[in-house]
């Protein structure tokens, strides 16, 4: 398993933007697909991106398409989440997550996962 650290949450206004990181450590990290996840209260964890091993594949909710952006560096290994334009509606804790092979929208396919760290977004 990885070990996985977000930062970058905090409180912001709607249409402000924010960068989460994401830092992981382990052996073999860079076989790993990345990805972020986002539980908000009283819901189910849900699938915000995704990322493969090479950064040149990416997937995204249908929530988040064409406001977030997922990249990662090799050399850091660490995936980022460029948030735009953030609505009240993506509040939430958003935990990075990895998995072995292709990017998975499923949460039960999650090898590893990050603490989470908090976005507020007021309106």
């Known amino acids: 398993q990885l070990q996985l650290v977000e930062s970058g949450g905090g409180s912001v206004q709607a249409g402000d933007s924010l960068r989460l990181s994401c830092v992981a450590s382990?052996?073999?990290?860079?076989?790993?697909?990345m990805g972020w996840f986002r539980q908000a209260p009283g819901k189910e964890r849900e699938f915000v991106a995704g990322i493969d091993w090479s950064g040149s594949v990416t997937y995204y909710g249908d929530s988040v398409k064409g406001r977030f952006a997922i990249a990662r560096t090799l050399a850091k290994n660490t995936v980022y989440l460029q948030q735009s334009s953030l609505k009240p509606e993506d509040t939430a804790v958003y935990y990075c997550a990895a998995n072995y092979g292709e990017p998975s929208k499923n949460v039960d396919a999650i090898n590893s996962w990050g603490k989470g760290t908090l976005v507020t977004v007021s309106s």
């Open positions: 382990g052996r073999a990290s860079r076989e790993y697909a």
